[in-house]
């Protein structure tokens, strides 16, 4: 615990800058005495959730130079921590825990409460998924609980997850207030929402180098704070908007362009079928156009952000009775795309005359996209519950990356394994669901007799057997 002189100290550095929000939007101008109070240990980051977000999170700050407090519910999660590792496969991550304990500069802590009275600048990076269509608010309103006791005046709190427009205001900063017993953001302590933007597998190179950080806070006081502290890290700058719900409405735009787009391909690939046509051909030769930028199309879309954000946007429609029909319709498009993709593939088995509840299938790829390990809401999970809807003999899953999932079904005839060869021996259809590039190279001399189909138009056609052989937006 710092003394009643240095948390006084902390306060005064924070003092409000003289010019306003707009004058600094780019985030070019930051107190070098609260960089240095980072640096020195003095302002210590406490970032509550370890998982992808905040592991990385807490890697930049680590990287910076700063003392980070690292916070998890997980005990398996909290044990690696302490050893200088992570469970999520991120590069970089390792290396900055490693070098933090070393040089005494990360602690693990279990108890949330005493993580916010020890430090100064609170991180709340743990995740928000939809449940039935809505926003699963439980962790961060609990980490809220713990933060809102252990707040001290001075100190500056930062929600990262992506949220529906109003979280922060209407839902984080009452309970901060209420379990601070009397603190009053703006007054006596600074609230900021900044989304993480961060893709899987570059987390550490994205916020430091690719892109800006979104900037936005409870009043003028938290916006110039928060530009001043995100500077640090942050080389491209900072945007800052003009209120919280503008800057958590700007992040779920991300994810719902991105699907609304998916799905578009995915229906210009489904005509493309009927017609007899190569899509990816035809998307070639248009997006050789600067205004066109058809995204690929594919057996689904996972993780835990594109298919959760339109939820989120929708979710909110639904309340103010907003139709939000091409936000909605683009969700139904992707969530139909395993189903019709298994229809597809079986064709291949039927013109071989092969019953499906005979056949054994091979999955490649559990994990939602190529070059991870996560698998949250990977298509292959839907994809599994269509072939035990026609009862196939046994389904086995390849991933190069997952070594277990307690996520599949326990059914015997269900396997994973990261040995290719054994999940390709004797099989009688292969589909590949995961864009891994261990895959890019497969051909038939793998496969062997049985039929492929490529669900994400990764594979050289030429290597396999035509008849035995369809990718997704080829008739």
Known sequence: MKDNKNKSDIKESFSPLSSSSSSIAIGEHHSPDIEKKIKSGQFKIAVYGLGHVGSSIASVWLRAGAHVIGVDKSSHVLENAKRGMTHVPEPGV????AKGLEEKRFEIYEDLVQASHD???????????????????????????????????????????????GTTEDTVLPIIQKESKGLRVETDFYMIYN??????????????????????GAGHKSVEIGVKIYSIVYKKGVIT???????????????????????????LAKFCELLGIDFWEARKGANSQPFCH??????????????????????????????????????????????????HAIKLLNDRRKRVAESIVTLLGLAFRGGVSDT???PTYQVIKEFQKLKVREIRIHDPLVKS??????????????????????TDLVMLITDHPEYNALTSKETGDAPVYDGRGILDKSKFDHTKFATIGIG
């Open 241 to 267: 908007m003009s209120n919280i719900r503008t800057a958590e409405t700007e992040k779920l735009f991300e994810g719902v362009y991105r699907d609304v787009n998916i799905a578009l391909a995915n229906e």
């Open 119 to 165: 430090s100064y600048f609170k991180m709340i990076c743990v995740p928000v998924l939809a449940d039935n269509g809505s926003a699963n608010l439980t962790a961060v309103k609990e980490v809220s609980r713990c933060i809102g006791r252990g707040l001290k005046r001075g100190d500056v709190i930062a929600l990262n997850p992506s949220v529906p427009p």
């Open 376 to 378: 949250r809401l990977s």
């Open 294 to 343: 058809i995204h690929k199309p594919g057996i689904g879309v996972g993780g835990a952000c594109i298919p959760t954000y339109p939820q989120f946007i929708l979710h909110t429609a639904d309340k103010i009775k907003f139709s939000c029909t091409i936000t909605r319709l683009g969700r139904t498009i992707n969530d139909s795309m395993p189903a019709y993709s298994v229809q």
């Open 405 to 426: 999932d307690p996520s599949l079904p326990k059914e015997e005839n269900i396997i994973l394994t990261s040995n290719l060869s054994e999940a390709l021996r004797d």
């Open 94 to 97: 390792n290396e900055a825990f």
């Open 195 to 216: 989304p993480e933007r961060i893709y899987e597998g570059r987390a550490i190179e994205d916020i430091e180098d690719r892109y800006p950080a979104i900037i936005s």
